[in-house]
């Protein structure tokens, strides 16, 4: 089945502890990006890959790696993640970046 | 940044009757999507008309879009209780980085 993986779909963390975030596609995209959902703000697009080793900075970078060192996995860094980051993220792939996005399912992330 | 501004924000209304949802944008585009997302969980694509569409239909859907009015709408024909979600556009802009900005989204209520 064509989809998009993340890992893990809950994740309660202290301020300050490095945490991954894991996104997966098996349908050979090219595009892959992330985003963060909050209440009121709607989705907001933190990185973006075009392609391997290929990433860009989306709308709110800031407190978040990523890399891109295979084509199916685009994992999302927070190195000394911070209360403000506590929010549901979704990792999303596309084809080419200019078709419809296949979302995964969200990682609910809660940094006390 | 948001591109696009769905409206109504909340809308409600009994099984079999029509949902309409639009969405106003800002800048030029190369295509724009409508997306679903059942609560909590991921986005689901479901229709994406091209710069150069004025009406696309899928299903119970039916798409417009007004280019020069920087418009769309989303119409649910006979609608379900199994259609409440929100529901939200997402537009590709003109330009080089493919990036999807989507708008703040319209919760859709269906009343048996």
């Known amino acids: 089945e064509a989809q998009v993986t993340q890992n893990p779909r809950y994740l309660i963390t202290v301020t300050g502890k490095k945490l991954t975030v894991t996104c997966s596609q098996n349908?050979?995209?090219?595009?892959m990006s992330w985003y963060r959902q909050d209440p009121g703000l709607g989705l907001r697009q933190i990185y973006y890959s075009m392609n391997v080793e290929v990433t860009d900075k989306g709308d709110v970078p800031e407190g978040y790696k990523v890399s891109r060192k295979e084509k199916r996995n685009f994992p999302l860094i927070l190195e000394s993640p911070s209360p403000n980051q506590t929010s549901l993220y979704f990792c999303?792939?596309?084809?080419?970046?200019?078709?419809?996005?296949?979302f995964g399912s969200g990682t609910r992330l809660t940094v006390v | 940044s948001q591109q696009g501004e769905e409206d109504p924000q909340a809308l409600s209304i009994q099984e079999g009757e029509n949902a309409t949802m639009n969405c106003s944008y800002k800048t030029s585009i190369n295509n724009l999507q409508w997306y679903r997302q059942n609560s909590g969980r991921g986005l689901v694509h479901l229709i994406l008309?091209?710069?150069?569409?004025r009406e696309k239909h899928s299903g119970r859907l039916r798409v417009t879009l007004d280019t020069s009015k920087k418009s769309s709408s989303l119409l649910i024909t006979a609608s379900r209780a199994a259609d409440t979600a929100s529901y939200f556009c997402a537009t590709d802009s003109s330009g080089s980085a493919r990036q999807l900005t989507f708008g703040s989204g319209t919760q859709l209520t269906v009343l048996p």
């Open positions: 999303a792939s596309s084809l080419s970046g200019r078709g419809g996005y296949t």
């Open positions: 008309i091209r710069s150069n569409e």
């Open positions: 349908m050979n995209h090219e595009y």
